[in-house]
């Protein structure tokens, strides 16, 4: 029998895919610890661990997680239960066994394979057996969540998946620099053309009819960033529950664990 509990899994981006990984692991008993940004740029607020960094706390599906100040509270909130949320932007020096690299930047940031016993990438800019021990698939699509051992993940296309019939229309980018501010809040639902907020007064309008899923925290933003999501299903409940594909990444991240801890004990 594993003791999961001496197995710490340190995961580097607290946003929805990432807590779907987080969320998975701690309801099989893996301690885990999430690093993030003094300023996270999640959009999928209400379903990301990253929100604990602004406001203390948030509770996923009954699992909690609480901003700490330091590796030490971290590892010992982790040994409690509780996912600790830290903002690090290096990895902490900590008696870890698994670094998952969930920040979904499309490209290596500067992940390596000997930062951990073993290293988990999601998705494209890695090269699994060599910049890490595993890939999780993130692509919408028939290989979503599927671990790869060797080669890389899907290259990014650009486009993002589409759900409800809608791909690009339903992500929303700042089109200037600026100082953003929202009239609408999470699980509101709005219409084609309907203003959601403003950058320095410009106006930010939804392209399609839906649901708001996703909103940059306010603030300074540049140009091209990612600021919101619009989700056409109109299911204003699923703004709070983990997503399928945050689920499906998450259940490839605790598979590759797993595997590797298996062949570890043999």
């Not at 486009?159 to 009239?183: K, Y």
Request: glycine content about 12%.
């Amino acid at each position: 029998m594993i003791d999961f509990s001496d197995h710490l899994v340190v995961v580097r981006g607290g946003g929805d895919i990432g807590s779907g990984v987080v969320w998975r692991l701690r309801r099989v008993g893996l301690p885990v610890v999430v690093l993030e940004l003094e300023r996270p740029l999640t959009i999928h607020r209400t379903v990301a661990y990253s929100t604990a960094v602004t406001a203390g706390c948030i509770v996923i599906d009954g699992i909690e997680g609480r901003r700490v100040a330091s590796p030490q509270e971290a590892f010992a909130m982790a040994m409690r239960g509780t996912v600790p949320v830290l903002v690090s932007p290096q990895i902490p020096d900590m008696d870890l066994s698994v670094i998952v690299d969930a920040r979904l930047a499309k490209r290596n940031l500067g992940t390596t394979i000997d930062q951990a016993p073993f290293v988990v990438a999601l998705g494209p800019g890695f090269s699994a057996g060599a910049e890490c021990h595993a890939i999780v698939e993130t692509k919408r699509g028939h290989d979503l969540g599927r671990v790869i051992w060797e080669g890389s993940a899907h290259a990014n296309t650009g486009e993002p998946g589409t759900i409800g019939g809608a791909s690009a229309d339903r992500v929303i980018h700042a089109q200037m620099d600026g100082d953003l501010a929202w009239d609408v809040t999470f699980g509101d639902v709005v219409r084609h053309g309907q203003v959601l907020g403003e950058v320095d007064g410009s106006a930010v309008r939804s392209k399609i009819d839906g649901t708001v899923r996703g909103l940059l925290l306010p603030g300074s933003v540049t140009k091209g960033l990612k600021i919101a999501d619009i989700d056409p299903r109109s299911d204003p409940t699923a703004v709070h529950r983990i997503s399928d594909k945050s689920l499906s990444v998450g259940g490839g991240v605790l598979e590759a664990i797993l595997v590797w801890l298996t062949s570890a004990v043999q």
